[in-house]
């Protein structure tokens, strides 16, 4: 593949790839994603792949490993396009029948959804209950992509939004469109990313340096890397493109070390990227350079802070710095560093291409797009979620999710992770937003979503939460490094029943101290799930003292 | 894995400070754990003092400083694993194998391990082998599973 030397030659490339593909071909589209990899698709996409080698079919029908379609419950996932038909739970066994039907037209009705309450069933996406009430504008292309193929984002209008900016938006066109988005940061503190980009821009030291947040340490969200894998393009597009608005010519991949899948497929569009003059000198002509650098986590919860995450990129420890230097202005060896999260850079490319406007029609008053939400825990439909901002969690849970598993009712809801909250099943009807679950105690994060249901015990569930925080603070504050560890001690002898009075107002006054007395969010957060807790599960709490919380 | 592999990593860092962990990461994954005098040599050929090889390849998880067994046996712990039933399973595994978390046994066969979260969440518990996720796992099947790594 030669070079892309202008905007002129990409487009003309993306016209021949269009022209050499025949949208009435069949293609069936095996999910690869983690869950359905762990139930074995690759035994699914291999016997697909045998068969139509055997049936020497290659001309009649495509067969396509993907990222992450959604539906993680039902893995593995095969989509057959066109028509979006959706096959569930699908088996190597079930390839010959779907090769079949798929070459005649037809529905393997045996393979498709079937409602566990009214036995009716759904053939395409729209109509599955899981999807339609989604709007999927990051994780929709996902079925449609090779990750391992930048000539599948191509044709499905890959980084168009990066020839438009380079080609018709000045940098500072580049900004104020993302700013007038008010696009927030999705990786849990919800900060308008455009502010943060400006600061970078303007801060005075050169080189300045953009980082793609991917380390998504956060318990049971899932989505990051389900972007990342199933369409690293995509979020590589919007790094770019923030590179140019603020003006750094050096960006960092910083993601997870333990995902083979993960880091091939973003090491390999790193590679395609570079070959076909998307990344590196002069990019498409338009004089601005642009590297970037693949980076892992080595497998610490704490270096997904900010500022830990580029000691960690500097090949030091990850310890946080105290905020008051920002790295927007002094990060990645003291110079400027923007980083955001790997959704928030995913978002980049299509507000480029459809504009502000249309963005900010999407959401709520204040929380703008769509946001990707990791939905598990003892929910019927576990997966990956993609809804407009202000959606109602009662959508959420039981619309897409389907309910409580094993016909139990829902007790609580449990945002954020670790350094989340968890809010009682009555306050189901409030819709997703960040400020608005922030109040309730209960803040997005990144976007991890569990149902907890009537045998969940919420004594335990802030003891575990702790415990795990407990082993991933990196030692530095006194504050974390020790408050963490009583408070875990107070809460296990409650756990065990070894409960005494003054518990309660002992673990009320180590979550203020902890809070007021850590650097970064990890220590500053840790006591969330347990405040939390103290506003809506108290009685619980106070079950496990004799005598009640009043004995002294 | 021979010395020779292990110079070529160390070799192409060679005085570059700022890649240690990009070093230790590689010699990890093919070696699957730090012998000293190899994190000695690449104090040397990094041009980084040993207290900080040290440093991180005893603060980061990744990183092993002792050799480890044949079979690397990992129990989800995250959040949604623990839900779903992980501390049954992670008790069953360590009443099999006689290893609590992060243990060898004697006779190099496994490794313990447990974490979070490995994002598999829908399929949760999980069992991992050697990267080879068991999904939706009970403590009843364990042993069914162990069976077949020697």
């Known amino acids: ?552 | 894995m021979t010395d020779n592999s292990i110079d070529g990593i160390i070799e192409k860092y060679r005085g570059q400070p700022g890649s240690l962990i990009h070093a230790l990461v590689e010699i990890q994954h093919q070696n699957r754990w730090l012998p000293r005098a190899v994190m000695h040599r690449v104090a040397d050929a990094l041009e980084v003092p040993f207290a900080q090889v040290m440093q991180i390849a005893s603060f980061y998880k990744a990183f092993s400083l002792t050799p480890k067994g044949r079979h690397e046996v990992h129990v989800c712990t995250g959040m949604t694993c623990h839900l779903r039933g992980a501390p049954k399973l992670q008790a069953r595994v360590e009443e099999l194998t006689g290893l609590k978390d992060g243990e060898t046994d004697a006779d190099s066969r496994f490794t313990f391990e447990t974490g979070a979260c490995l994002g598999s969440c829908s399929i949760g518990p999980e069992l991992i082998v050697d990267g080879k996720h068991y999904g939706r796992m009970t403590p009843e099947k364990v042993a069914d599973v162990l069976k077949r790594y020697e």
């Open chain 1, 1 to 552: 593949m030669p070079k892309l030397q202008s905007a002129a030659e990409l487009e003309k490339f993306r016209a021949e790839i269009l022209s050499s593909r025949d949208p009435a071909r069949p293609c069936i589209a095996v999910c690869a994603g983690a869950a359905c990899d762990g139930m074995d698709s690759a035994a699914v996409a291999a016997a697909f792949l045998a068969a139509l080698d055997q049936q020497q079919l290659g001309d009649r029908l495509e067969v396509r490993t993907t990222g992450c379609h959604g539906y993680c419950e039902k893995g593995p996932n095969v989509v057959v396009t066109p028509g979006e038909i959706c096959y569930f739970e699908v088996q190597p066994a079930d390839v010959a029948e779907i090769i079949a039907a798929t070459l005649k037209g037809e529905v393997v009705d045996r393979l498709v959804y079937q409602d566990p309450n009214t036995g009716a069933k759904a053939v395409h996406m729209h109509e599955v209950p899981f999807y339609k009430h989604q709007m999927r504008l990051l994780m929709g292309d996902n079925p449609k992509i090779d990750p391992m193929r930048i000539d599948d984002y191509l044709a499905v209008g890959g980084y168009s939004a990066l020839v438009k900016a380079l080609t018709q938006m000045s940098q500072d066109q580049v900004l104020d469109e993302v700013k007038k988005a008010n696009l927030r940061g999705r990786g849990g503190g919800g900060f308008p990313a455009g502010s943060k980009w400006e600061t970078t821009k303007k801060a005075p030291s050169m080189p300045k340096y953009v980082i793609v947040n991917g380390h998504e340490g956060e318990s049971a969200a899932f989505m990051d890397r389900a972007m990342l894998t199933g369409n690293p393009h995509k979020v590589l597009e919007g790094l770019i493109i923030g590179a140019y608005a603020i003006g750094a010519q050096k960006g960092f991949m910083y993601t997870r070390h333990d995902m083979p899948l993960l880091e091939k497929h973003v090491r390999n569009a790193l590679v395609q990227a570079k070959e076909y003059g998307l990344l590196g000198e002069n990019i498409l002509g338009s004089g601005f350079d642009f590297e970037c650098e693949l980076h892992f986590d080595v497998g610490i919860f704490v270096s997904g802070e900010s500022s830990a995450l580029m000691r960690s990129i500097e090949g030091n420890p990850p310890e946080p710095r105290p905020k008051y230097i920002r790295t927007s202005v002094s990060g990645i060896w003291d110079k400027p560093s923007n980083l955001n999260n790997v959704e928030t850079w995913a978002n980049v490319p299509q507000i480029i291409s459809k504009g502000a406007e249309w963005f900010t029609s999407i959401g709520s008053e204040k929380s703008k797009g769509t946001k990707l939400i990791s939905l598990s825990g003892n929910v019927v439909n576990s997966g990956i979620v993609e809804v407009p901002m202000g959606t109602p969690l009662r959508t959420l849970a039981f619309d897409i999710g389907g309910g409580v598993r094993d016909g139990k009712t829902l007790k609580a809801i449990h945002f954020g992770g670790a350094m989340g909250g968890s809010i009682p099943a009555d306050l189901i009807d409030a819709p997703l937003d960040f400020d608005g679950m922030s109040k309730l105690g209960a803040p997005i994060g990144a976007g991890g979503l569990l149902l907890m249901d009537e045998d969940t015990d919420m004594v335990e569930v802030a003891r575990y939460l702790l415990d795990f925080l407990v082993n991933e603070s990196c030692g530095k504050c006194a504050p974390c490094r020790e408050g963490m560890p009583q408070m875990l001690h107070i809460l296990t002898n409650m756990t065990e029943g070894k409960g005494k009075s003054g518990d309660l107002e002992r673990l009320e006054d180590l979550a203020e101290v902890t809070g007021l007395g850590s650097l970064c969010a990890l220590g500053k957060t840790s006591a969330d799930p347990l405040k939390s807790m103290f506003r809506y599960f108290k009685p619980e709490y106070e079950a496990r003292i004799p005598g009640g919380s009043e004995a002294k």
